[in-house]
């Protein structure tokens, strides 16, 4: 077998950006406002969406991204939510051209969805510079990772919209200083908007939902 | 700027097993044992190593990757212990070329040391292909991720020889199950040896150091 040879950089990174704003503009057409959920393996994103799911019931639509299994679609559609899985097979993050094939697999018109959360693959580095037809990153860090992730993962950091510090009702059993990963935080990337949450009791759900309500109100009136 | 080219498959990992390879003589010729450390940010990669510094004392040389900062080979170094930081400035994975130059950056004939660990870049998937020199891939994953993760990141753990859970002392806030984590990691990898750790209290990593020293005197005998 000879060498393989794959161009990346300006036209790999051009056609994802293309594919991007298709997708950004089909989920605006469908009354939808998209947020691109980034974190590690196990920093509870699904859990986050399943809590989003008992706020916005049937309006939130996901797309599950992962390397292997159908775990996490699975534990949406429980929630009651529609969700579609992505298995990239061994890629380390979704890319536009694989939300845009999982959103013509999910149908999202005419449906009554009005947020859809794509939970990327368990990872705080590579899927930080794909866009994926998003309107806002979510990234997301647990309690028990420790507080000094922010400036040691600054390439996704400073590229959110907002920041959800999950597993709050762990704290008293670690040492985790939030005020430490929001200052660091919005040091990287001065407007990003802080919630606290704990999937287990609720805490900073309802709020974050709130706000991701109104930046879907904003974004489509616009 | 036209478009980057750059081979990939063969070539680049056949550049890499070859530094690798060249990377472990040298490893034995200094009488070290090399373990690479794989998990998610925040799964206790770093604190792991300075309880194992507390057992191995100034036998243990650590090299440290990181996307950015130098916060971990700082906290190693306060541990007593010889370290050397790698920021790899984007990258999401350590290779068999950087910890070549780190070795040399260390020095580490002569010295004393017995085992090398390589802290790899805080992630589940893309350093599972990359062989560094190392005797033995060490996956760790922590009780706060979620049961759920073996299948989901089957190539790194279809590829670790040693299985650490860690941060035990948090079980029982937790609903985690370590019998189903290392049963699935069994599934995949028959031969995989499981521990359970934390850090904060010290058990099991007695345990661990015991089984890496046996296993540096049958390597290094062979």
Redesign the interface.
Known sequence: ???????????VMEKNDRLAARNRGLFEKSGLYAVNIIG????GKTSLLEAMARVLGKSLVVIEG????R?DAERIEKAGCTAFQIETG?A?HLDAGMVSKAAAGLGLEGRGFEVLAIEN??????PSSYDLGEHTKLGI??V???D??V?????IFSRIGILVTS?ID?LP??GFDIGRVEAECRSLNPDVLCFRTSATTGEGVGDLCRHILSERKRVLRA
């Open positions: 077998m000879g060498p393989r040879i794959l161009r990346i950089g300006l036209p590690s393996p196990g920093t992962d390397v292997q299994t775990r061994g380390c693959v368990g990872n705080l580095i590579c860090l647990s028990t990772e420790g000094d992730k400036l040691k993962y600054p390439s597993k762990l059993h670690v």
